[in-house]
């Protein structure tokens, strides 16, 4: 077993979202981490974008490593697909492990379990309990208002600007992901195809 090129942790939903914005996006997400020789951490659901995202992966020739809590085997539909599927027994267990594993974290569209998993590791990065990248892809303005809100938080001195810095906001695909993959120290590889 080769060991991967970078190991990115992405949050996402378990349902699709109407836009096809979204799905286009988690596809395109799974297809560059497999194409570039890494290894995609996620959630383990096979629904929505997660399951979206796992698939592109595979397909690409990634490494998937799914945790999922046991409550939600059945409600998230377990992704038996993945390389590695770790069934953990609480939340808070399948995010440490989720963090363990990973060189960067990403956010795509999701709902609330996706703003905690973002928030939560934001939160870990300012605390100085880690020093991975943190991004937020923006995907057809999804985020828009919540980048409005944050911003008021500045404003109105609940937040500093350097904790802003400390996340990397995008909605171009291309340039955040190696972007990420780079501010870990790690180099995305892509794979050449033989002729």
Not at 161 to 183: F, H, K, T, Y
């Amino acid at each position: 077993m080769t060991t991967p090129a970078f190991s990115l942790c992405v949050y996402c939903g378990s349902r699709p979202g109407v836009d096809p914005a979204f799905a286009e996006v988690a596809r395109a997400t799974g297809t560059w981490i497999g194409s570039h020789g890494g290894q995609l951490v996620y959630g383990g659901g096979r629904n929505g974008l997660m399951g979206l995202l796992s698939e592109a992966t595979l397909k690409a020739g990634g490494r998937v490593v799914g945790i999922i809590p046991k409550a939600l085997v059945e409600k998230e539909w377990a992704d038996d697909r993945c390389t590695e599927l770790h069934v953990v027994d609480t939340m808070h267990e399948r995010k440490r492990m989720m963090a363990e594993k990973a060189d960067a974290f990403l956010a795509l569209p999701g709902g609330i379990g996706t703003f905690e998993e973002f928030f939560e590791v934001w939160t870990w990065r300012q605390l100085g309990y880690h020093d991975k990248p943190v991004g937020l892809l923006n995907v057809a303005g999804y985020y828009d208002g919540l980048m409005t809100f944050l911003r008021t938080g500045v404003e109105q001195a609940f937040m500093n600007a350097w904790q802003m810095d400390l996340i990397r906001v995008g909605s171009d695909l291309s340039s955040l992901l190696p972007e990420l993959v780079q501010s870990a120290g790690l180099s995305p590889e892509p794979r050449i195809e033989a002729i």
